[in-house]
C-alpha cells in the first residue's frame, strides 16, 4: 500500500473517531428519554450530563419540579431566603443531596464548568451576590446516575437520545415543553430505521 492510501485511511480513521465521539454521551449533553422508555423515573425526562467516564455517568433531570420550596430544604444556605425559584428533581440517587447548577460568567473557584456559562456549584459556602435569581440558579435534590457500561446498554436499546445541551433549556422557564422540543418526531425516526427509499 502506498503510503498515501496509508495517509488516507488513518485520517479517515480519525475523522469517523471524531464523529463518534462528538455524538456519543459526554458532560454538557442532553440524555433525552425515547416515547418507549417508560417508568416513574424517566419516562419523558431530559438528563444534563454532569460526568461521563470510566467510572459511569452522572446527570441531573431538568424538567422535574419539585412542591417544595429551597429554602425549607436548604435552611442554613445563605441567600436562598430570597430565591423565588422552583426546586427540581434530579434523579432517584442520593435523595438526600442537593445540586446547584449556577449561570454565570464569573463562577466560584470550585465551580465546575458544565456547558458555556453553566456551572456546577458546591452549596457548602454562600452562594455569590445576585446567584439566588431564579433565572440563573437551579436547585435539584438527588440525581441520576449509571454504574460503568449500563448507559451503554441503555443506549444500545434506544432508550435515550443524545443531543447538545443549551443554557436555554438548561433554564428554560417552561420546563413541561422541553422534552417535547427536543424528542425526535415520529416520521424522523422511522425514515432513520427504515433507511433511504
Known sequence: MSSFLRFLALACCVI??????DQGPAR???LVASEALQGPHFAKSVILLLQY??????????????DAAPVEALPELEGLDSYRGTLYWGGPVRMFTIRA??????PPENAVQVIDAVHLVPLDEPLPE????????????????????????????????????????????????IWQRLVPPTQ????IRVGPT
Open 16 to 21: 469517523a473517531t471524531a464523529v463518534n465521539a
Open 28 to 30: 454538557g449533553k442532553f
Open 53 to 66: 467516564d470510566d467510572s459511569g455517568a452522572v446527570g441531573l433531570i431538568v424538567n422535574r419540579p419539585m
Open 101 to 106: 447548577l449556577l449561570r454565570t460568567d464569573s
Open 130 to 177: 445576585g446567584a439566588s435569581s431564579a433565572s440563573n440558579l437551579r436547585l435539584f435534590v438527588g440525581y441520576a446516575g449509571w454504574s460503568p457500561g449500563q448507559l451503554e446498554a441503555e443506549l444500545a436499546r434506544g432508550s435515550w437520545h443524545i443531543l447538545p445541551a443549551t443554557e436555554e433549556l438548561v433554564f428554560a422557564k417552561d420546563w413541561s415543553r
Open 188 to 191: 424522523y425516526r422511522a425514515a
